[in-house]
């Protein structure tokens, strides 16, 4: 499947941000819950009495970009940096707004770590 450019330019950036986010530390391990605040740039060409509504969250933007396309973009750039494969989120809050600085604002939380893994005889029910 093709990927835009545009798109992959952005995904590297996630990535990295995401990177210097998690410090170093371990890859979340089990289910978990992603809250995603997309604040979207206010259009210049607005008046200020609309900018103003736009800032104080009276108006909410129904253009692009699509919340669905930036969350497959984010999920997609924290892939083997955050977690190690965005199935793991069970749990997702998206809010989009207009924003003085644009940006996402991502943070995703552990809900249960992974379980230990299992020998073969515990996955029947067997015990030794």
């Known amino acids: 499947m093709f990927t835009p450019e545009k798109t992959v ?9 995401a990177q210097q986010a998690m410090a170093g530390a371990a890859l979340l391990e089990g289910a978990c819950e992603v809250k995603l605040r997309i604040d979207c740039q206010i259009p210049a ?27 497959k973009a984010i999920f997609d750039a924290m892939n083997g940096v955050v977690w190690k494969d965005d199935v793991q989120a069970v749990e997702l809050a998206v809010s989009k707004r207009y924003s003085m600085v644009p940006g996402v604002a991502v943070r995703v939380e552990l809900l249960d770590p992974a379980p230990p893994a299992q020998e073969q005889g515990d996955l029947l029910g067997a015990t030794a």
């Open 45 to 71: 060409s607005w008046s200020q009495k609309k900018q103003r509504a736009a800032a104080a969250g009276e108006i909410r933007p129904t253009t692009k970009p699509d919340a669905d396309n930036v969350i």
């Open 9 to 17: 330019n952005y995904e590297g950036l996630v990535a990295l941000a």
